[in-house]
Antibody
């Protein structure tokens, strides 16, 4: 059974940093791309970042470029999202999602975690 | 960037109704289109990919069609568990989601 368990969310001040983690199990982690999708309170979905199965290719939404960094650890089957220079508009539930593909060119998320809430406020 | 526009933004329907949701892309995305269902407080669930392919385990009352820029999600006979918000997503290039369509009880 595929399981994705996010952690690391919380309350942070504007300009602060946070690292999200997603522990994956139930599938061969290195064979699939992974992504982070966020949802601001009462709003729609935004694909924030993605990483290929090997980790060689990454994607960032314009809203994340230069501030967020995605990475993965094959030995721990864990996905990360390092976020810095956080803004109020980054407040959202952050979902970890497994892609159906190895690459990030055609995102299709077939499994999702339960999400972790990031709140940016002073 | 590709923009995805769904219509309507919300609709009210009764159990047993046929429901159609439209998604329009700002440029040709061929058949690279996914549909998700999200219930309150839950993560999204993949329903359909490649515009018309039903994800494993999804009831056959859900169907998708279209190609190029215009796509449709149809629920042939709405069930109580189908009241939710539905999102389309381009899987061509940017992975952009539509703004969502909320289906609630009439």
């Amino acid at each position: 059974e595929v399981q994705l368990l996010e952690s690391g969310g919380g309350l942070v001040q504007p300009g602060g940093s946070l690292r999200l983690s997603c522990a994956a199990s139930g599938f061969t982690f290195s064979s699939f791309a992974m992504g982070w999708v966020r949802q601001a309170p009462g709003k729609g979905l935004e694909w924030v970042s993605g990483i290929s199965g090997s980790g060689d290719s990454t994607y960032y939404a314009d809203s994340a470029k230069g501030r967020f960094a995605i990475s993965r650890d094959k030995s721990k089957s864990t996905l990360y999202l390092e976020m810095k220079s956080l803004r109020a508009e980054d407040t959202a539930i952050y979902y970890c999602a497994k892609d159906s593909h190895y690459g990030i060119s055609n995102p299709r998320f077939d499994y999702w975690g339960q999400g972790t809430l990031v709140s940016v406020s002073s | 960037d590709i923009q995805m526009t769904q219509s309507p933004s919300s609709l009210s329907a009764s159990v047993g109704d046929r429901v159609t949701i439209t998604c329009r892309a700002s440029q040709n995305i061929y058949s690279h289109l996914n549909w998700y269902q999200q219930k309150p407080g839950k993560a999204p669930k993949l329903l359909i990919y490649a515009a018309s392919v039903l994800e494993s385990g999804v009831p056959s009352r859900f169907s998708g069609s279209g190609s190029g820029t215009d796509f449709t999600l149809t629920i042939s006979s709405l069930q109580p568990e189908d009241f939710a918000t539905y999102y389309c997503q381009s899987s061509y290039s940017s992975g952009t989601f539509g703004q969502g369509t909320k289906v609630d009880i009439k």
